[in-house]
């Protein structure tokens, strides 16, 4: 069955530095995938998206690419914040069903 | 935030009794889903809805039932509860876009099973 991974490991990085974050996946490449942001105590909140097709997506200051090769999907934090500390979770589509099968998220920590 | 509440926030409750989860929404999405989430296991899709009485088992439904008798409202029903159960549960929604399924979440509930 089809898996996705991120890594389990809090990332912490200074503020202003590129915050680079991975999700693999195993099998084959789904249509659509997502990227989201939870908070503690609160619901995920939905960021970008990226296609199949699509190599590169940009939204403000952020940025996910998808190679179908690598079966890895990276999101980019440029200049980043402090208030950009959150988990960030990917998540991929089922097609068929029209429901999203999630990572586990990787915590950011941006110190000031 | 999108007009998704959930009810109750919070519960405690013994093993062995029934509960109920709601999930409402205003934005007349057709999709609704209900996700738990636990530490290490992240987000896990319980159950699903494409549209009035039309619901659909996701990974995790053993020891859950869900109904969807109008557009806003998704019930989620533990018939007896487990302490495996305690968890947060999250509702989502999204509409019929044909593309790309964007997911909008509500706040959650924290059920603990005693």
């Known amino acids: 069955s089809q898996k996705i991974e991120q890594n389990s490991e809090a990332l912490n990085i200074q503020e202003g530095k590129t915050a680079t974050l991975t999700c693999n996946y195993t099998n084959y490449s789904p249509a659509y995938l997502q990227w989201y942001r939870q908070d503690p105590g609160r619901g995920p909140v939905f960021l970008l998206l990226i296609r199949e097709n699509e190599k590169e997506k940009r939204k403000e200051r952020l940025k996910v690419t998808f190679d179908t090769t690598l079966k890895q999907s990276l999101f980019h934090i440029t200049a980043s914040q402090p208030a950009d500390s959150a988990t960030y979770l990917c998540?991929?589509?089922?097609?068929?069903?029209?429901?999203?099968?999630f990572g586990s998220g990787t915590r950011l920590q941006v110190q000031p | 935030d999108a007009g998704i509440t959930q009810s109750p926030r919070h519960k405690v409750t013994e093993t062995g009794t029934p509960v109920t989860l709601r999930c409402h929404q205003t934005?007349?999405?057709?999709?609704m889903y209900w996700y738990r989430q636990d530490p290490g296991h992240g987000l896990r899709l319980i159950h699903y809805?494409?549209?009035?009485?039309?619901?659909d088992k996701g990974e995790v439904s053993d020891g859950y039932s869900v109904s969807r008798s109008k557009t806003e409202d998704f019930l989620l029903t533990l018939e007896s509860a487990t302490s495996s159960q305690t968890s947060v549960y999250f509702c989502?929604?999204?509409?019929?876009?044909?593309?790309?399924?964007?997911?909008?979440f509500g706040p959650g509930t924290r059920l603990t099973v005693t």
């Open positions: 809805s494409y549209g009035v009485k039309d619901t």
């Open positions: 998540a991929f589509m089922d097609t068929g069903r029209r429901a999203l099968t």
């Open positions: 934005e007349n999405h057709r999709y």
């Open positions: 989502a929604i999204s509409g019929d876009t044909g593309a790309g399924n964007e997911q909008y």
